[in-house]
T-cell receptor, first 112, second 113 residues
Framework: DGGITQSPKYLFRKEGQNVTLSCEQN?????MYWYRQDPGQGLRLIYY???????QKGDIAEGYSVSREKKESFPLTVTSAQKNPTAFYLC???????????FGQGTRLTVV | GESVGLHLPTLSVQEGDNSIINCAYS??????FIWYKQESGKGPQFIID?????DKRQGQRVTVLLNKTVKHLSLQIAATQPGDSAVYFC????????????FGKGTHLIIQP
């Protein structure tokens, strides 16, 4: 089945630790995105990538980092510099940058 | 600030009635709009989209209306069912999507039996 897979579904992090969220797609999409969602809020763009080995900061990139070494993979690292990392993280991809985005099922990150 | 917003955070309707969810956008350069449905604990799911050269588009039980004059977007759901309960987001794309989609805060649709 084609789609976007995010893992893990739930993630717990101690303060001061870096954690990496996985996002893999087998849709052969060029564009991939990371969004953050807080309770009762919409989605805010963290990073996006339109092509392999290239990515751009979104609206709230501080404290996050990404890589795009392969077309199908776009991992997100939440660093210790992110002061309020507890949130629901959503990865998405689209075939072109001006087409609909398909979302994964999300990773819920909690700082303990 | 966000360029996309919704008028009502919560909308409650009776099962079988029609629902209308509204969205206002502020960027007149936006040329592509999408409605997403998000169930609790899941990722958003595509419902329907519309490009700026259209003013209406219909899907199965859903219709999206675009009024560029007042920068307003609406989602109509016919004969609502319990499975329609979710948060609905509108999203807009500007300038060929160089910066990705911009999402509104969402409307929580509650279907009452």
């Amino acid at each position: 089945d084609g789609g976007i897979t995010q893992s893990p579904k739930y993630l717990f992090r101690k303060e001061g630790q870096n954690v990496t969220l996985s996002c893999e797609q087998n849709l052969n999409h060029d564009a991939m995105y990371w969004y953050r969602q807080d309770p009762g809020q919409g989605l805010r763009l963290i990073y996006y990538s339109q092509i392999v080995n290239d990515f751009q900061k979104g609206d709230i990139a501080e404290g996050y980092s990404v890589s795009r070494e392969k077309k199908e993979s776009f991992p997100l690292t939440v660093t210790s510099a992110q002061k309020n990392p507890t949130a629901f993280y959503l990865c998405a991809s689209s075939i072109y940058r001006d087409s609909e985005a398909f979302f994964g099922q999300g990773t819920r990150l909690t700082v303990v | 600030g966000e360029s996309v917003g919704l008028h009502l955070p919560t909308l409650s309707v009776q099962e079988g009635d029609n629902s209308i969810i509204n969205c206002a956008y502020s960027n007149s350069a936006s040329d592509y709009f999408i409605w997403y449905k998000q169930e609790s604990g899941k990722g958003p799911q595509f419902i329907i989209d519309i490009r700026s050269n259209m003013d209406k588009r219909q899907g199965q039980r859903v219709t999206v209306l675009l009024n560029k004059t007042v920068k307003h977007l609406s989602l109509q759901i016919a004969a609502t069912q319990p499975g329609d309960s979710a948060v609905y987001f509108c999203a807009e794309l500007t300038g060929g999507g160089a910066d990705g989609l911009t999402f509104g805060k969402g409307t929580h649709l509650i279907i009452q039996p």
